[in-house]
């Protein structure tokens, strides 16, 4: 009996080591843990200058219904901020003279073809929309759930000088608009990822180079925050036909839930769009 067991043992011993058997596939590299360096060092008694990324403010004048975003004149919630905010030229809810004045270009809006709505039966007509001229600084606005609630956020952007552009997100609640995000910069692009909003800036000091930051919700400061921060290598970007400013968009395209990804750099020259960097929410 035991020699017979030896004899299987055997077998099936060879039959692992044969041709048509597992194979090793060579050691397992050791798992190695961050290590700390200077452990030693005191602890931070008084926490740096903040820019004001978690910075969240009510915008006031601007009364919500159901607590949707849906319908809000993108103009009226900018202007809103600056009048809570005369005197701001930078900051979250500051814009720079020149801004303010061409504000007043956002009133001279003709009704132009709008977008159909989706679901729309087929041969209607787009809705007619009005829509304000280019020089408004005013962008489209997008709706997108970034919190998770399930609820539209509206998403702002204003062109500033300099080629900077100032994004801005508002959240409905208890029947008014509270801001929740507000950065500057030299942007080539905005994205969506998820419920992540991307912004794409142009390295001023590294060519070829963009730093790409993801702006997330934080249910605990109750803020969108610039969860993550990354050099990566620029990629082609060529700017779509411009579009009409100052009116709500029916929705936010529609986005991967996957953040993209990124090619190897294809040209080091910044697009003639906005580009470059600095810090949030300084015009």
């Known amino acids: 009996m035991l020699a017979a067991t030896a004899a299987a043992l055997a077998f099936s011993l060879s039959a692992c080591g044969s041709e048509s058997g597992l194979k090793s596939a060579g050691p397992t590299t050791a798992a190695v843990g961050p290590v700390r360096l200077w452990p030693g060092l005191p602890a931070i008694s008084a926490p740096p200058l903040g820019f004001g990324e978690s910075d969240k403010e009510r915008v006031p004048g601007v009364r919500v219904t159901h607590n949707s975003t849906r ?8 202007r809103a901020e600056v009048a809570a905010h005369p005197k701001d030229a930078t900051g979250a809810g500051g814009l720079p003279e020149q801004t303010v004045t061409r504000l007043a270009d956002c009133d001279r809006r003709s ?11 087929p041969g209607t007509r787009p809705e007619r ?18 919190t998770g609630d399930g609820r539209d956020e509206l998403i702002v952007g204003v062109t ?13 609640e208890n029947g008014g608009l509270t801001r929740i995000m507000s950065t ?6 905005v994205e969506l990822a998820g419920e992540d909003l991307i912004l794409r800036v142009v390295s001023a000091g590294i060519p070829g180079y963009e730093y790409r930051t993801a702006w997330s919700w934080d249910a605990r400061q109750g803020t969108m925050l610039p969860a993550q921060d990354e ?14 400013s100052g009116a709500p968009s029916p929705s936010a395209p529609q986005a991967s839930q996957n953040p ?6 294809q040209s080091t020259q910044p697009p003639p769009t906005p580009r470059a960097s600095s810090s949030a929410g300084t015009p």
């Open 71 to 78: 319908g809000l004149d993108p103009v009226t919630v900018v």
């Open 129 to 146: 929309q009005p829509q304000a001229p280019a020089s408004c600084p005013v962008l489209k606005a997008y709706h997108h759930d970034l």
């Open 111 to 121: 009704a132009t073809q709008g977008e159909k709505r989706p679901g729309s039966r």
């Open 231 to 244: 050099i990566v290598p620029a990629r082609m970007y060529t700017p779509p036909a411009p579009e009409a």
């Open 160 to 172: 500033l000088p300099r080629q900077r552009l100032a994004v801005r997100c508002y959240q409905a």
């Open 184 to 189: 500057s910069d030299q942007v080539v692009a």
């Open 260 to 265: 993209p990804s990124t090619p190897a750099p």
